[in-house]
C-alpha cells in the first residue's frame, strides 16, 4: 500500500463505513427511541411498546450487531487493500 491513490481509496472505504455504522446507530438510537417512539406506541413487544423497547433494548442488540458487522467488514477491507495482519 505504497502509493498514494490505494491510500486514498483505503481511508475513503474506511470513512464510508464509519459512516453508515453511525447512521445506522443515531437511527435506532435517536429515530426509533425518541422521535418516532409516539408512532411505534401501538405495537407491543414484551409488555412495552415498540419505541420504548427500542429505547431500552433494542438500541443495546442492534449496537452489538454493529459492532460485528463494522469488524468485519474492516477485516474484509483490509485484505482487499493488503493492510490485513
Do not use: H
Not at 425518541?34 to 406506541?41: F, G, M, N, S, T
Not at 427500542?54 to 460485528?68: K, M, R
Not at 477491507?77 to 493488503?82: C, S, V, Y
Request: charged share 15%; glycine share 10%.
Amino acid at each position: 500500500m505504497a502509493d498514494r491513490t490505494s491510500s486514498s481509496a483505503y481511508w475513503a472505504a474506511n470513512v464510508r463505513v464509519i459512516l453508515i455504522s453511525l447512521a445506522v446507530w443515531f437511527f435506532c438510537s435517536f429515530g426509533l427511541g425518541i422521535i418516532l417512539r409516539p408512532a411505534l406506541k401501538g405495537i407491543m413487544v414484551g409488555g412495552a411498546d415498540l419505541g420504548f423497547w427500542f429505547a431500552q433494548n433494542g438500541s443495546i442488540y442492534v449496537f452489538l450487531v454493529l459492532i460485528f458487522a463494522y469488524a468485519w467488514k474492516m477485516n474484509k477491507l483490509d485484505k482487499e487493500f493488503g493492510v490485513e495482519e
